[in-house]
């Protein structure tokens, strides 16, 4: 044992001279190529007095960016993390420019900007160096991955090593891509990981799975991680008894539906027995959190949701990295728009203010601090892991889910599985990794680009109010967008997407293809004959119009009734998949609605676009050209690939009687299918306490 540990050290001890040796030798490079870069006296000096001078100035960075960044990390973790990206250059420029102060007699000097380049460079170099190295040494490889691992465990006190017991679980949800379209890329070449998984014998299976008539990572996601998604009528909806507008994305909302999901089901969530969260919208009750969306809302939580961005970035080749690709990514994004409104491409929006940051923030920046934190979490041998990456669902919604641009977000995803792979192959425990989805995408141009006017001017036409000459945009329900300024630490006020101008006006709120009218001076759920002696015209201009599909409403005297073109009106009850207006939705759509329809909180008037089944496009009452919320098409059917060696989902979900299901149905379902492969590799998961908050010391176990 002392023979190997001294093998080790020595080892290690070459790679770091190794590493400095290069180092060195860049910095000797730059000082000769860059006219504001010195390493030697004004008088001159010899050649190895030279080297000298370089190999101190390499060996004092090196130095200072292992002790003394990690630290300006953690004091700047109070500053946004879009902030801290802009800002990795200045400080490692610094940290150069005091590197050169330390050279004796003055030899090293540099002007700030150029040494902002210098510093860039050789943190790039000296990573690509030190990775190069490791690779041909599996410990050496294995330790710089898990350097954030063992971070968090120092500062948790736990140890998580969990040597040869059970299997943990990755759970990697690609966020927006349906069954398809991950079809079309694995045959494709263009997930060539994902497509190796599929075809080697004893590999993964594929299925899909049919979402909720809302059909959004609110409602998939909550249902997955917390057992139910009950009462989650669309991404955002208005709640007469608060007057407040839900919003999936907003932490306040995410955090009330998260504790309305734990009183509900009475259990902490999926991931409660030593579990992880990455880039979610809600916890699943995990004691380790790294960009939770639900526990950015929470006094004194804030900045523990934020400590993934602390962990990727106190290394700072990853900084480094990462501020270089959000660079190129915006720039790319500026490039692809161009190029599509120059070739006149149709459907299309506008991609310009501040999107190609939002864009590069979530391709980039949340992609590496979330597969950081996965890589994290294996290395510390958690138990389960559960992370998001959204990178496909942002640029699909404004590129569309078929275009080149969303292809190559895929491609990019999959070298972020294939690194996921090789780390499991490097971890201390044995890891099987689950890929799903929580929705797919439907393409089709907006309702407001083909008709001129959006659902809310076509809701205030009916109701005899006055309407807008020229269209309002809409605003897009994009996940990203809010964790943007969440990011940014900027405010992000509930109901805000809705200014009401006098009490009577309807509130008109758009999901992807769903849209939700509600009247908040009508107490309860409005019915159809109060809208019809209030608005005579509202609901047959609505259900007659061709751009929607059909209309859910409360009749009096019929209970609730779908009300669809030529004055159709069919009972909730008598509702039949793939008859009357629900033709060309495909199965299930009947069940959908009728589920739905008994949610305290659904609206007055519930509307799904139309769907043109030869086609797969809806129209979306936000500005996507790729959109999800709705019944119709691609955005309903998600999917699920599973290690072979693991249950059958549909064995996961048969009843009691025995019975099978013939595919699986709805977000909860997915969440029984999870905890039944979680509970065969390590028992029953942790109860929540009394109170119906999950135990914190089941992350700890």
């Given at each position: 044992m002392s023979d190997r540990r001294w093998r080790r050290t020595g080892a290690a001890l070459m790679r770091v001279i190794a590493v400095w040796a290069v180092s060195t030798l860049t910095m000797l490079a730059l000082a000769g190529i860059l006219p504001d870069f010195r390493l030697q006296s004004p008088d001159g000096d010899?050649?190895?007095?030279?080297?000298?001078?370089?190999?101190?100035?390499?060996?004092?960075?090196?130095?200072?960016?292992?002790?003394?960044?990690?630290?300006?990390?953690?004091?700047?973790?109070?500053?946004?993390?879009?902030?801290?990206?802009?800002?990795?250059?200045?400080?490692?420029?610094?940290?150069?420019?005091?590197?050169?102060?330390?050279?004796?007699?003055?030899?090293?000097?540099?002007?700030?900007?150029?040494?902002?380049?210098?510093?860039?460079?050789?943190?790039?170099?000296?990573?690509?160096?030190?990775?190069?190295?490791?690779?041909?040494?599996?410990?050496?490889?294995?330790r710089r991955l898990s350097r954030l691992a063992d971070r968090r465990r120092r500062r948790s006190g736990t140890d998580g090593d969990a040597g040869g017991g059970p299997p943990g679980t990755v759970f990697i949800q690609l966020d927006g891509v349906g069954h398809d379209a991950l079809v079309a890329a694995a045959a494709g070449g263009v997930m060539?990981?994902?497509?190796?998984?599929?075809?080697?014998?004893?590999?993964?299976?594929?299925?899909?799975?049919?979402?909720?008539?809302?059909?959004?990572?609110?409602?998939?996601?909550?249902?997955?991680?917390?057992?139910?998604?009950?009462?989650?009528?669309?991404?955002?909806?208005?709640?007469?008894?608060?007057?407040?507008?839900?919003?999936?994305?907003?932490?306040?909302?995410?955090?009330?539906?998260?504790r309305r999901a734990v009183a509900r089901t009475r259990d902490g969530g999926l991931l409660t027995l030593d579990g992880a969260s990455r880039g979610n919208l809600f916890s699943g009750g995990a004691a380790q959190l790294a960009l939770v969306l639900s526990m950015a809302a929470r006094l004194g939580k804030g900045r523990r949701s934020?400590?993934?961005?602390?962990?990727?970035?106190?290394?700072?080749?990853?900084?480094?990295?990462?501020?270089?690709?959000?660079?190129?990514?915006?720039?790319?994004?500026i490039a692809q728009s161009t190029r599509s409104r120059l070739r006149k491409e149709t459907p299309r929006i506008k991609r310009g203010g501040l999107y190609p940051f939002i864009r590069a923030f979530a391709t980039v920046v949340e992609r590496d601090v979330v597969v950081a934190a996965v890589i994290g979490d294996m290395f510390a041998?958690?138990?389960?892991?559960?992370?998001?990456?959204?990178?496909?669902?942002?640029?699909?919604?404004?590129?569309?889910?078929?275009?080149?641009?969303a292809e190559k977000v895929l491609a990019r995803l999959d070298r972020a599985l294939a690194l996921i792979a090789e780390v499991a192959r490097q971890a201390p425990r044995t890891y099987r990794i689950v890929l799903l989805s929580d929705h797919g995408q439907s393409p089709g141009h907006t309702f407001a680009g083909v008709y001129g006017l959006t659902l809310k001017d076509l809701v205030r036409a009916g109701s005899g109010l006055p309407v807008p000459r020229r269209a309002q945009r809409t605003r897009s329900a994009s996940e990203a967008r809010d964790a943007v300024r969440i990011a940014l630490r900027r405010p992000v006020a509930e109901g805000q997407e809705e200014q009401v101008a006098v009490p009577f006006d309807p509130i008109v709120l758009a999901s992807?293809?769903?849209?939700?009218?509600?009247?908040?001076?009508?107490?309860?759920?409005?019915?159809?004959?109060?809208?019809?002696?209030?608005?005579?015209?509202?609901?047959?201009?609505?259900?007659?119009?061709?751009?929607?599909?059909?209309?859910?409403?409360?009749?009096?005297?019929?209970?609730?009734?779908?009300?669809?073109?030529?004055?159709?009106?069919?009972?909730?009850?008598?509702?039949?998949?793939?008859?009357?207006?629900?033709?060309?939705?495909?199965?299930?759509?009947?069940?959908?609605?009728?589920?739905?329809?008994?949610?305290?909180?659904?609206?007055?008037?519930?509307?799904?676009?139309?769907?043109?089944?030869?086609?797969?496009?809806?129209?979306?009452?936000?500005?996507?050209?790729?959109?999800?919320?709705?019944?119709?098409?691609?955005?309903?059917?998600?999917?699920?690939?599973?290690?072979?060696?693991?249950?059958?989902?549909?064995?996961?979900?048969?009843?009691?009687?025995?019975?099978?299901p013939a595919e699986l149905v709805g977000a909860e379902a997915v969440h029984r299918v999870l905890r039944r492969w979680l509970q065969e590799a390590s028992g029953p998961q942790v109860p929540v306490r009394p109170d119906g908050r999950p135990d914190e010391r089941a992350g700890r176990a």
């Open positions: 010899s050649t190895t007095k030279t080297a000298f001078t370089a190999a101190w100035g390499a060996g004092a960075f090196g130095l200072l960016s292992a002790l003394v960044w990690p630290v300006l990390v953690r004091a700047l973790l109070i500053v946004p993390a879009l902030v801290l990206g802009a800002l990795v250059f200045f400080l490692n420029g610094s940290l150069l420019l005091i590197a050169l102060w330390l050279i004796p007699d003055g030899r090293g000097a540099a002007a700030p900007e150029t040494a902002v380049a210098v510093a860039a460079v050789m943190s790039a170099v000296a990573s690509a160096t030190s990775t190069a190295l490791a690779v041909r040494d599996d410990n050496a490889y294995r060539p990981t994902v497509a190796h998984w599929l075809a080697e014998p004893g590999g993964h299976r594929l299925m899909p799975w049919r979402t909720d008539w809302s059909s959004q990572t609110g409602a998939s996601q909550l249902g997955i991680l917390h057992g139910t998604n009950h009462d989650v009528p669309a991404f955002r909806w208005y709640e007469k008894e608060t007057g407040l507008v839900m919003v999936s994305s907003k932490p306040a909302s995410a955090l009330e539906l998260q934020r400590a993934g961005y602390f962990a990727y970035f106190s290394d700072p080749a990853n900084a480094v990295r990462t501020a270089g690709s959000f660079a190129a990514e915006v720039c790319r994004e041998g958690r138990t389960a892991v559960y992370a998001d990456l959204v990178a496909y669902d942002e640029v699909a919604h404004h590129s569309g889910p078929r275009s080149r641009d992807g293809n769903l849209g939700l009218i509600s009247f908040p001076d009508i107490e309860g759920r409005a019915s159809q004959e109060q809208l019809e002696r209030r608005h005579p015209a509202l609901l047959s201009t609505l259900a007659n119009h061709p751009g929607i599909g059909f209309l859910l409403v409360r009749s009096e005297r019929h209970g609730s009734v779908v009300l669809a073109r030529d004055g159709v009106r069919v009972p909730v009850a008598e509702l039949a998949d793939g008859q009357g207006p629900l033709a060309v939705y495909g199965p299930g759509a009947a069940d959908a609605i009728r589920r739905t329809d008994t949610f305290p909180h659904v609206a007055d008037v519930m509307v799904n676009s139309m769907y043109d089944p030869a086609t797969g496009t809806v129209h979306a009452f936000e500005e996507q050209i790729g959109s999800h919320g709705g019944l119709g098409g691609d955005q309903s059917r998600p999917f699920l690939l599973w290690p072979r060696t693991m249950t059958d989902p549909l064995d996961a979900v048969t009843g009691e009687d025995g019975e099978r």
